[in-house]
């Protein structure tokens, strides 16, 4: 098989959006690793995700995340971005840094501590004004460890109640997109572990509020494809975060782990409808602690690409008369086939045609921009987790 005219048509609406946090240092749960010529602040960040679009054309946005992204002006942030090709995407907000927020933010039993948590959305709201960003995704480390510690019956009343304050603020033209995981930090139970969670909470606010699906944050052996047809069945997919997992929230390069997993969640993004609609962003959320952060980042989207590709490639005439008739064999005939299918030649050519590196990997390798960082970037405070 190979890709069809329609399918490079197809090809042609991914947009895939970049985290900041994936261009600042990171690590293992017990220590954050420094790299020559990481970006030491959040216009430095935009540079190097704007390398990423450069060579793929895959990457238009950028996703900040407040306050590691905090600047003077957002204005001058975003002129940046466009400078630089992109633009500023979805702002991620931050309960799970500061001491108050030991025993919870928003579900937390003490108003002056949830008021705190709720005002930190208002000024992330404030931020996507000034942005122009649409979408605040609040993932939340809220929970207990230990039977007794608290009424999970009351923090979800009261994560109800911030959750309806916060989205009551947001504009016409903006959402809320809450995200799940369904253990750390809080290892007895977490506020918000699941899809049905975060869509009974978005349901209940409004048409503007929407579930976010991290495909690291599930236990082993869910069947990621079936909540992503439900949730686009129900209308509420807002956005992915894609990364792969080895073992828990491992934030690493999407595909590393599970391609075929990939593939069949790509597949029912399209069926669903939610390939190529605005109203289903697709994300990153990863961070690259052993490899270098640009290509890391270059080789996530192309891998999704690839997964897209190959989604594309599945003829679904012939799996729906195989399903019709029950023919097992068959219908998994024809999904494997576009499985199994290689199109990175084909990808490669469809790349050069729209005037892209048919490498995207080896053309940021010879660029020099990697060389050129880690001799500008010498002195300064490196960003991480916390900056």
Same mark, same amino acid.
């Given at each position: ?19 900041s946090?994936a261009?600042g ?19 430095e ?25 905090r600047?003077?002006?957002y204005?001058?942030?975003a ?19 500061d ?15 949830r ?62 997109? @809450?995200?799940?995981?369904? %253990?750390?930090?809080? &290892? +007895?139970?977490? *506020?918000?572990?699941?899809? !049905? ?39 509420? @997919?807002?956005?992915?975060? %894609?990364?792969?997992? &080895? +073992?828990a929230? *491992?934030?690493?390069?999407? !595909? ?18 939610g ?51 029950n023919d ?16 990175r ?22 660029s ?10 010498v002195?300064?405070t ?6």
């Amino acid at each position: 098989m190979s890709l069809t005219d329609r399918i490079r048509s197809e090809l042609a609406l991914q947009a895939i959006e970049l985290p900041s946090w994936a261009f600042g240092n990171s690590g293992t749960r017990f220590r954050v690793f420094g790299t020559p010529g990481t970006a030491r602040d959040p216009f430095e960040k935009v540079s190097d995700a704007a390398q990423v679009h450069k060579h793929t054309g895959l990457a238009p946005t950028v996703a900040l995340h407040i306050p590691w992204d905090r600047v003077e002006s957002y204005a001058d942030l975003a002129k940046h971005a466009e400078d630089n090709g992109v633009r500023l995407g979805t702002i991620n907000s931050n309960t799970f840094q500061d001491d108050d927020y030991k025993f919870g933010s928003v579900t937390h039993s003490d108003p002056r501590i949830r008021q705190k948590a709720i005002d930190h959305h208002f000024e992330c709201i404030d931020v996507m004004n000034e942005t122009g960003s649409r979408d605040l995704k609040i993932w939340l480390a809220d929970g207990t460890n230990y039977p007794g510690q608290d009424s999970m019956r009351a923090r979800q009343d009261r994560l109800a109640d911030s959750l309806q304050k916060i989205y009551e603020r947001i504009g016409e033209g903006q959402r809320l997109v @809450l995200e799940y995981k369904f %253990f750390e930090p809080a &290892f +007895y139970h977490t *506020d918000v572990p699941d899809w !049905g969670t975060s869509y009974v909470q978005t349901a209940a606010l409004g048409e503007r509020a929407f579930v976010c699906l991290d495909t690291g944050h599930h236990a082993p052996g869910t069947n990621i494809e079936f909540i992503v047809m439900q949730l686009l069945r129900l209308g509420k @997919l807002g956005s992915f975060d %894609f990364n792969s997992r &080895f +073992y828990a929230d *491992d934030d690493l390069i999407v !595909g590393a782990a599970d391609p075929f997993q990939l593939f069949r969640i790509v597949f029912e993004v399209i069926q669903g409808g939610g390939y190529g609609n605005p109203e289903v962003a697709f994300m990153l959320d990863q961070c690259h602690n052993l490899e270098a952060k640009i290509p890391g980042q270059i080789r996530s989207v192309l891998n999704v690409q690839e997964a897209t590709a190959k989604a594309l490639l599945v003829d679904v005439e012939a799996l729906d008369a195989a399903q019709r008739a029950n023919d097992v064999l068959a219908a998994n005939t024809v999904f494997m086939d576009a499985f199994n299918t290689d199109v990175r030649a084909d990808l490669a050519a469809w790349r050069e045609s729209r005037g892209l590196p048919a490498d995207p990997m080896a053309a940021y390798k010879a660029s020099g921009y990697q060389e050129k960082i880690e001799a500008d970037r010498v002195g300064g405070t490196q960003a991480g987790w916390g900056a």
